[in-house]
């Protein structure tokens, strides 16, 4: 069944299912290419080996284990074997990948490395992915003696840019409390309907102001700024890959009425709806 409260995230998220990768005999990489959309039913999930993705197209947030991430066009991803993850894209704009798992054991005779930071923003790394799974692709008697150099290269950078103070545009992920964790799934997949912070406190049994704090603390914004950020980002995107209305834009995200969503949105991007869309 659908989860429709917080209580439902809170328990839906415990359970987690693991997806076995089919390897070929003798080439230890797996590849395909993906369209995530936004997944209610969907659970967090992990694999037998080490994940790394690239997005082609597309943007929204990446769940893993206990982290939240936005992600982009251009972002990297390294998910240990370990570690249950799950991405999220608006549906009217679903977000386009490239993934690639390796069975890190076979590929390069050592335990795999566990990974802290798991979305990084970084064009020559993403580059670097695509060429990686062109060679992948290949498929032919050299690939793997190439795959592994070819990935040698990217972990190195990967490791680098990992202990590093500043990653580009990428924020540091938070460990998040598991009802604020909650909290956040329920937000992104009903923020096109009335919340309030009283309720999300009330689902969490927390009260109002120790669940704001509490958000605050762990997500850099308070629980109404952080609906409303959302909002905005599912807006934009309606705006630039649609033809609905502004005003069917507005209501679809969960905005009361025009002149509330027209005020939000320059007050965030600087700019009107129209103007925005006008850019694209």
């Known amino acids: 069944m659908e989860p429709n409260t917080i209580a439902d995230y809170q328990e839906y998220l415990e359970s987690?299912?693991?997806?076995?990768?089919?390897?070929?005999?003798?080439?230890?990489?797996?590849?395909?290419?993906?369209?995530?959309?936004?997944?209610?039913?969907?659970?967090?999930?992990?694999?037998?080996?080490?994940?790394?993705?690239?997005?082609?197209?597309?943007?929204?947030?990446?769940?893993?284990?206990?982290?939240?991430?936005?992600?982009?066009?251009?972002?990297?991803?390294?998910?240990?074997?370990?570690?249950?993850?799950?991405?999220?894209?608006?549906?009217?704009?679903?977000?386009?990948?490239?993934?690639?798992?390796?069975?890190?054991?076979?590929?390069?005779?050592?335990?795999?490395?566990?990974v802290n930071r798991n979305v990084i923003w970084n064009e020559e790394m993403a580059r670097l992915v695509e060429i990686i799974y062109a060679e992948a692709e290949r498929h032919d008697e050299s690939s793997v003696a190439v795959i592994t150099h070819l990935l040698n290269a990217l972990i190195l950078k990967f490791l680098r840019c990992e202990g590093e103070a500043e990653l580009d545009e990428a924020p540091a992920a938070k460990v998040i409390d598991p009802k604020i964790y909650a909290s956040i799934k329920y937000i992104l997949n009903h923020y096109g309907e009335r919340l309030s912070v009283k309720d999300l406190a009330a689902e969490s049994n927390y009260s109002v102001n120790y669940f704001r704090k509490l958000f605050t603390e762990q997500t850099g914004v308070t629980p109404l700024n952080y609906i409303t950020n959302i909002r905005l980002r599912m807006a934009a995107i309606l705006l630039r890959s649609s033809d609905r209305t502004i005003v069917d834009v507005a209501e679809a995200c969960g905005f009361n009425s025009l002149s509330s969503f027209n005020r939000c949105f320059r007050d965030q991007y600087g700019t009107t709806p129209a103007q925005w869309r006008k850019q694209w």
């Open 16 to 114: 987690v299912v693991y997806f076995p990768i089919e390897y070929d005999e003798n080439y230890p990489v797996y590849y395909f290419e993906y369209t995530q959309r936004t997944f209610n039913h969907k659970k967090m999930h992990y694999h037998n080996g080490f994940e790394i993705g690239v997005c082609l197209e597309g943007e929204g947030i990446f769940l893993v284990k206990n982290k939240v991430y936005p992600f982009r066009k251009g972002c990297v991803t390294f998910i240990s074997s370990s570690q249950p993850h799950i991405a999220q894209s608006p549906n009217e704009f679903p977000s386009r990948w490239k993934y690639l798992t390796i069975d890190w054991e076979k590929l390069f005779g050592q335990k795999e490395i566990q």
